[in-house]
């Protein structure tokens, strides 16, 4: 299945790093396809938010004349969000720590949202 696969990816990218402390595969619709999340985080607002904000990204990058978007990075006081394209049908969401080191980060998300365009 499917869905069991999408697991398998997020597993291995929380894995890869101790840096990553969740992670979710989200539809462009914005429902929920798979996830690592924290108990208390909500799933079905963090698809429709991350859906919101690649497609918010695509729109901006579009009209400014960045081409096409890679990725949507939120910095916060407690660390950060990362929101990136995962092909045509998926888009991946990520929390990291805010001591991580984002180069090593950003190779396993890119490695995992390849994964997840190929998947689907």
Not at 6 to 29: F, Q, Y
Not at 63 to 84: A, F, H, K, P
Request: no cysteine; charged share 25%; net charge negative.
């Amino acid at each position: 299945m499917k869905t069991d696969a999408l697991m398998e990816i997020l597993s291995d990218l929380n894995g890869s790093s101790g840096d990553i402390e969740a992670s979710a595969v989200v539809s462009r619709d914005g429902l929920m396809m798979a996830s690592l999340l924290p108990s208390n985080v909500e799933e079905d607002r963090v698809a429709a938010m991350s859906a919101a904000l690649l497609a918010l990204g695509e729109r901006t990058g579009k009209e400014l004349n960045r081409g096409g978007l890679d990725q949507i990075m939120i910095t916060g006081s407690d660390g950060y969000v990362l929101v990136r394209d995962a092909g045509d049908e998926a888009v991946l969401a990520v929390l990291a720590k805010k001591e991580a080191k984002l180069g090593l980060v950003f190779l396993d998300i890119s490695r995992a949202a390849k994964e997840i365009a190929r998947l689907l």
